[in-house]
């Protein structure tokens, strides 16, 4: 007797199918499909993620094993591994970035309060940074990267307000990180931070332009003057300087020939000085240490899509499927942060897709399933409450 719906049943409830409709219809998705639509191949790949599976071989097995409750799961009928396979690498990988993007306009908002550990700013604050998935060269051919070896690279930009993705490119390893800051709309008064990976001048000027604002880290050759050394306010006890600059070198002046700021910070853990760049003269310079301390976020983002979805071991060779995969598991990532939002549960993101994963084939209502009857223990680990916090 059905008592409710599965637990998997009811996450995909939070899936904008309208939306994904369109998308199909936009990149005719479902052309000379007869068993496996896109709506259902994007369930097989959701299962796969939600459920840890490391391969579509692992996928099918398990869906054929529980073949009579594909239907209450919402998949409708089983397909074997060789036509989910094909499916990634035909199907326009498009459709499922374009629902990506349609997660991330629903789910930032939810997250637009969150707080930003030990800085209290109004404006908006990202990070961008990338991350690289090693790849047999032999297998994935078009995913070259650095010594003769196969990669594939990720480049985000990260709101650090509750650690939702924005923006994402996937590419080959050899793709500059810096191409990346051509590839951004920027927001008005948004703080940008990034690594020394990203200290192109030509961008930055044009990220000021945009009457925005970024802070990176200068490189040990910068060469600059001086112009005027700034108060450090009492109570800033990391900060060893803070003054405005202008760079010298003949091609460095030319691209950035204005003011900029370098803030001076003494790094406890490592026991080493930092060394800030920024176009923002109205932020405290031990608030411009702090919101670069808090760039780790993004490095947490990484390292929770690499342990917690199934990204390790890619399912298909082609260009294609490799960002159809990424694309489905950053889908998944924004499902479980939806869900997080609309239950107000307590739980760490790590915790909520744990429980989502073992409890797919349980009728228990998501919300009585992410309430806790008992406190939760406060020893767990800063860096992963610091995502999906202070709702």
């Known amino acids: 007797m059905n008592t409710g719906k599965y637990v998997f049943a009811q996450m995909m409830e939070y899936l904008p199918r309208y939306e994904f409709d369109k998308y199909v219809k936009k990149y005719n998705g479902n052309f000379h499909s007869r068993e496996l639509s896109c709506y259902c191949q994007l369930l097989h790949l959701l299962f796969g993620q939600f459920t840890a599976c490391k391969s579509l071989r692992d996928i099918c097995l398990c869906l054929k094993a529980h073949k009579r409750s594909l239907y209450h799961l919402g998949i409708g009928n089983y397909v074997n591994p060789s036509s989910l396979s094909r499916a990634n690498e035909r199907r326009d990988y498009r459709i499922f970035e374009s629902l990506g993007y349609e997660l991330i306009r629903i789910v930032k908002p939810l997250y637009a309060d969150a707080n930003i550990p030990n800085v209290e700013i109004d404006a908006e604050v990202f990070a961008l940074d990338s991350t690289v998935i090693s790849v047999s060269i032999k297998l994935i051919a078009w995913a070259f990267g650095k010594y003769s ?5 990720m480049s985000t930009l990260l709101s650090l307000r509750g650690g939702i993705p924005v923006d994402i490119k996937v590419t080959h390893g050899k793709w500059n990180d810096s191409n990346m800051l051509d590839e951004i709309e920027y927001i008005e008064y948004a703080v940008y931070v990034m690594d020394r990976a990203y200290l192109d001048l030509k961008a930055l000027n044009a990220i000021d332009e945009a009457h925005a604002f970024f802070l990176t880290r200068a490189k040990s050759n910068t060469r600059y003057n001086v112009e005027e050394y700034l108060r450090i306010p009492e109570g800033s006890i990391d900060i060893k300087q803070d003054c405005s600059i202008m760079l010298t070198g003949r091609k460095s002046h ?31 310079a031990q608030q411009i240490a702090d919101i670069y301390r808090n760039r780790w976020q993004i490095e947490t983002f990484f390292k929770w899509i690499k342990q917690n979805l199934t990204i390790k071991t890619l399912w298909g060779h082609s260009e294609n499927a490799v960002k159809t995969h990424l694309w489905v598991a950053i889908c998944a990532y924004l499902l479980v942060a939806r869900i997080k939002a609309d239950t107000k549960t307590p739980y760490s993101i790590t915790e909520v897709a744990t429980i989502l994963g073992v ?28 995502l999906f916090d202070d709702l």
């Open 149 to 153: 070896r196969g990669a594939v690279k």
């Open 254 to 284: 030319s691209l950035y020939p204005k003011k900029l700021r370098m803030v001076t910070s003494f790094d406890s853990q490592k026991g080493e000085d930092i060394v800030f760049i920024t176009n923002n003269f109205d932020l405290s």
């Open 359 to 386: 409890s797919a084939f349980d009728k228990t209502q998501i919300r009585e399933l992410l309430k806790p009857d008992y406190p939760l223990f406060q020893n767990k680990n800063f860096n992963e409450l610091s």
